[in-house]
């Protein structure tokens, strides 16, 4: 059954690679303008993934999902393997965005293998792989403090500063190019949105996602400008258009109740994984899969919580409800919200199925007489 499941696994990963080519999405004109040497543009975007396009280069899709299936494995060896296998075989969202030139492929594969170091007991490579994460997508920056505050809870003060000291060994260079060439040591772009993220936030639910695709150029819809959003945008851009103005904009702006509706849309928005090139009927079984786990991994997480995968999880996942977000910008977790659900199957819905599941009738005559 389990070298079945690997099979089918690496099937889908076939299929799924055909469905997708050209493999380019939304940001990947960004990545491959890096790649071939625009580096103005390491303002905005971090420098592992264009890094990873260019050794790999026509072969780097095929190459992530290779890693793909290695992350499933890093992950499996944490769980049921064959149960987990077999998950991924039916929810195919991380799959899906794997195949695509995206740097959510590449922070995939670094998540998953920070939690089988820590597993392991490997601090040095988790630290290592934290940091090269951040390379990847830096909105993963939050594992960090969210891993060392687990270590250091458990008094592991040795292994917390190796942890530290190797994500820190992992970030210099691109904090140190940051420094250079803007005068800002840090290890996130410097040209960051989360300010224009937020300030995007505080608008949903009052104009259309249309409207809000574009924040500081056009096309403005008529919408837009009806509302009031687009002045404001040109006005706070006239200031200077910082990410700390809009975050301030943002702010100014938010109510509880706003906060709070904007939260519970972004949970419908993580756990609906969008539309595949595929029948609409598909489209919805695999809408109403994603729930079903999300629904087991949450149980799972609360009932396992002390496992330092908790810590991984809600350091992405948080943030991301408050944000202008999208379901994919939270891939780097779908393995270990599945590992939780996984382990909520076979803890506690197995086990007390066996406990109170009916017994044929005869079926205790024939347990006595064994």
């Given at each position: 059954?389990?070298?079945?499941?690997?099979?089918?696994?690496?099937?889908?990963?076939?299929?799924?690679?055909?469905?997708?080519?050209?493999?380019?999405?939304?940001?990947s004109s960004d990545y491959l303008r890096i790649a071939s040497g625009d580096f103005a543009l390491l303002g905005l975007r971090t420098p592992?993934?264009?890094?990873?396009?260019?050794?790999?280069?026509?072969?780097?899709?095929?190459?992530?999902?290779?890693?793909?299936?290695?992350?499933?494995?890093?992950?499996?060896?944490?769980t049921d393997e064959t149960m987990f296998v077999g998950l991924a075989c039916i929810y195919i969202f991380p799959l899906f965005y794997t195949?695509?030139?995206?740097?959510?492929?590449?922070?995939?594969?670094?998540?998953?293998?920070?939690?089988?170091?820590?597993?392991?007991?490997?601090?040095?490579?988790?630290?290592?792989?934290?940091?090269?994460?951040?390379?990847?997508?830096?909105?993963?920056?939050?594992?960090?403090?969210?891993?060392?505050?687990?270590?250091?809870?458990?008094?592991?003060?040795?292994?917390?500063?190796?942890?530290?000291?190797?994500?820190?060994?992992?970030?210099?260079?691109?904090?140190?190019?940051?420094?250079?060439?803007?005068?800002?040591?840090?290890?996130?772009?410097?040209?960051?949105?989360?300010?224009?993220?937020?300030?995007?936030?505080?608008?949903?639910?009052?104009?259309?996602?249309?409207?809000l695709r574009y924040l500081s150029s056009g096309p403005l819809t008529a919408e837009a400008e009806r509302s009031g959003f687009a002045p404001?945008?040109?006005?706070?851009?006239?200031?200077?258009?910082?990410?700390?103005?809009?975050?301030?904009?943002?702010?100014?702006?938010?109510?509880?109740?706003?906060?709070?509706?904007?939260?519970?849309?972004?949970?419908?928005?993580?756990?609906?994984?969008?539309?595949?090139?595929?029948?609409?009927?598909?489209?919805?079984?695999?809408?109403?899969?994603?729930?079903?786990?999300?629904?087991?991994?949450?149980?799972?997480?609360?009932?396992?919580?002390?496992?330092?995968?908790?810590?991984?999880?809600?350091?992405?996942?948080?943030?991301?409800?408050?944000?202008?977000?999208?379901?994919?910008?939270?891939?780097?977790?779908?393995?270990?919200?599945?590992?939780?659900?996984?382990?909520?199957?076979?803890?506690?819905?197995?086990?007390?199925?066996?406990?109170?599941?009916?017994?044929?009738?005869?079926?205790?005559?024939?347990?006595?007489?064994?």
């Amino acid at each position: 059954m389990r070298r079945a499941l690997w099979l089918l696994l690496a099937l889908e990963a076939a299929v799924v690679l055909w469905l997708t080519y050209p493999w380019l999405a939304v940001d990947s004109s960004d990545y491959l303008r890096i790649a071939s040497g625009d580096f103005a543009l390491l303002g905005l975007r971090t420098p592992a993934y264009p890094l990873f396009l260019a050794i790999f280069q026509s072969f780097a899709v095929p190459v992530q999902l290779a890693l793909y299936l290695v992350s499933v494995w890093l992950v499996s060896r944490l769980t049921d393997e064959t149960m987990f296998v077999g998950l991924a075989c039916i929810y195919i969202f991380p799959l899906f965005y794997t195949a695509q030139i995206l740097s959510e492929g590449l922070t995939i594969f670094c998540i998953a293998l920070v939690a089988w170091a820590l597993w392991k007991g490997r601090y040095l490579l988790a630290g290592a792989m934290s940091g090269f994460a951040v390379l990847a997508r830096p909105d993963q920056l939050v594992v960090i403090p969210a891993l060392l505050l687990v270590i250091a809870y458990r008094r592991e003060w040795r292994r917390a500063l190796v942890f530290v000291l190797a994500a820190f060994v992992v970030l210099l260079p691109y904090m140190s190019w940051n420094a250079y060439e803007y005068g800002k040591l840090t290890p996130v772009p410097v040209q960051s949105t989360i300010g224009q993220s937020l300030y995007l936030a505080s608008w949903e639910g009052e104009i259309s996602l249309d409207s809000l695709r574009y924040l500081s150029s056009g096309p403005l819809t008529a919408e837009a400008e009806r509302s009031g959003f687009a002045p404001e945008v040109r006005r706070i851009n006239a200031e200077g258009g910082t990410s700390d103005e809009y975050m301030a904009a943002a702010f100014h702006r938010m109510t509880v109740g706003g906060v709070v509706s904007h939260a519970v849309r972004m949970v419908w928005r993580l756990f609906n994984t969008g539309t595949y090139p595929a029948p609409r009927i598909v489209n919805l079984a695999l809408i109403a899969i994603s729930a079903i786990v999300w629904a087991l991994g949450m149980v799972g997480l609360g009932l396992f919580w002390r496992r330092p995968e908790t810590a991984i999880f809600l350091a992405v996942l948080i943030p991301h409800l408050f944000l202008h977000t999208e379901a994919r910008y939270t891939a780097s977790i779908r393995l270990i919200l599945m590992l939780f659900a996984v382990e909520l199957v076979r803890q506690v819905l197995i086990p007390a199925w066996s406990r109170f599941r009916p017994v044929p009738a005869g079926g205790e005559e024939r347990r006595s007489a064994g």
